[in-house]
């Protein structure tokens, strides 16, 4: 098992910047690639960041990318999502999310998630 608890959340005007934390504790951190992901109210789950398990491989949708920036510390059994320029179209709850193996974009593929935290950015 792994468990995972975010932090970081909070409100911010449009064009401000949050960073986002999740610390994991359970099984060894290194062993797992880490994914942030956001659900706004009626929307489904999408895809932010992942990052695979030495920090050498991550992804991001259109939306984020150049704007966010997803890294971990493994000594710290942490991994960030630095975001910037931030847009009211970001505000949702943002969670992070554990897996095995190799980055994925798709929420189905993780095994574990935290409770989330939640992003409000005001225009």
């Known amino acids: 098992q792994v468990q995972l608890v975010e932090s970081g959340g909070g409100l911010v005007q449009a064009g401000g910047s949050l960073r986002l934390s999740c610390a994991a504790s359970?099984?060894?951190?290194?062993?797992?690639?880490m994914g942030w992901f956001r659900q706004a109210p009626g929307k489904a789950r999408e895809f932010v960041a992942t990052i695979n398990w030495n920090g050498g491989s991550t992804a991001y949708p259109d939306s984020v990318k150049g704007r966010f920036t997803i890294s971990r510390d493994n000594a710290k059994n942490t991994v960030y999502l630095q975001m910037n320029s931030l847009k009211p179209e970001d505000t949702a709850v943002y969670y992070c999310a554990a897996r095995s193996y190799r980055i994925s974009s798709d929420a189905y593929r993780y095994d574990y998630w935290g409770q989330g935290t939640q992003v409000t950015v005001s225009s």
């Open positions: 359970g099984r060894t951190f290194s062993n797992y690639a």
